[in-house]
């Protein structure tokens, strides 16, 4: 029995992963989560023995420690951090403190019997690419925001725990994660909630930024696989699609496969923190999922077809 802990459990891609881990009678998954981002509807939808939530916050060193000691859990993905671009840009402190969850969970990790540290970082930490893709060891990480920078701080972390401690971690750079467990603090939500709601759909500047958009299930089939697998032990890999898209080409698309009659309002752009280019060097990725990707018009179907996230935005 694999004893497994998931800080964000209550979020967009750590519930996804703990739906998929509870696939397996071999997992046994505590779920921690503030609350502060996530949602309680988001945890498994049946109760059983093999999960369990647990609200706390990795932040309180007494409260994660009690949790950790108590379980001596095999394995740890730390997904927990404020996100969302307007909420971290607008609580700058809140998101540096999250550094001390990080240390938190690496500290109990190493006192217990962990065997490897997950940590949920993010394309952020690339900043503003000098060049396309964005490759794990040759781009620059240079992002001078206050999420980055703990993004950046945690992988540090990561590795002097490895080098000093030799606690075993694998480090995911997370690109746009959709599914329908996102909330509308997240573009591809909140475009698909507007235009099912004939609302209008707002863009930041004109809408000529490039994204890439990951379907949830390739970014937890690639975190699980690197688990049941060993792979990219010691090591970072990038989770994402490496198809371009302009958002203002992902709103006239959703607004296209939902017949909307949804307008798109420009807005000033943001002051800060919304990259110009966004691409990554996903090789390492398509190695370990050795299937193709789901496309972004198969996502974008799967989550207008959810009952979940229809229900969500109410409807």
């Known amino acids: 029995m694999r004893k497994i802990l998931v800080t964000g459990g209550a979020g967009n891609v750590g519930s996804a992963l703990v739906e998929k881990l509870l696939q397996s009678p071999d997992n046994m998954v505590i779920i921690v989560d503030n609350l502060s981002t ?10 059983s023995n093999s999960w369990d939530f647990i609200k706390a916050d990795v932040n309180n060193l007494k409260a994660i420690s009690t949790i950790m000691s108590s379980y001596n859990f095999d394995y740890v993905f730390h997904f927990a951090a404020v996100v969302g671009v307007l909420r971290t840009q607008e609580n700058p402190l809140s998101v540096l403190d999250d550094i001390k969850g990080i240390r938190n969970v690496l500290d109990c990790s190493r006192n217990t019997s962990v065997k490897r540290v997950f940590f949920s970082s993010s394309s952020e930490v690339y900043g503003e690419p000098v060049s396309l893709p964005q490759h794990e060891h040759n781009t620059p990480l240079n992002s001078r925001l206050p999420y980055a920078v703990v ?12 080098q000093e401690h030799k606690l075993n971690y694998t480090i995911f750079r997370f ?3 959709y599914g329908p467990n996102q909330s509308t603090d997240f573009v591809v939500a909140r475009f698909l909630a507007a235009a099912l ?10 809408g000529s930024q490039t994204r890439t958009f990951t379907y949830v299930d390739d970014t937890i089939d690639t975190c699980l696989k690197c688990l049941y697998n060993d792979l990219h032990v010691n090591d970072v890999i990038n989770i994402g699609n490496d198809k371009l898209c302009k958002v203002m080409d992902l709103a006239s698309l959703i607004i296209n496969m939902t017949d909307s009659k949804s307008k798109i309002i420009h807005l000033p752009p943001l002051a800060e923190g919304d990259m110009t280019r966004r691409q990554p060097d996903n090789s390492k990725m398509l190695k370990v999922l050795n299937r193709p990707l789901i496309t972004l018009d198969d996502g974008l179907k799967h989550m207008i077809q959810s009952k979940y996230f229809l229900s969500s935005i109410g409807l």
């Open 175 to 177: 690109f746009n994660t």
């Open 197 to 206: 709601k004939n609302q209008d759909i707002t863009i930041y500047g004109d």
């Open 38 to 47: 996530g949602f309680l509807s988001k945890l498994p939808r049946e109760k």
């Open 151 to 162: 993004k950046n701080v945690g992988e540090s972390y990561c590795r002097s725990y490895y």
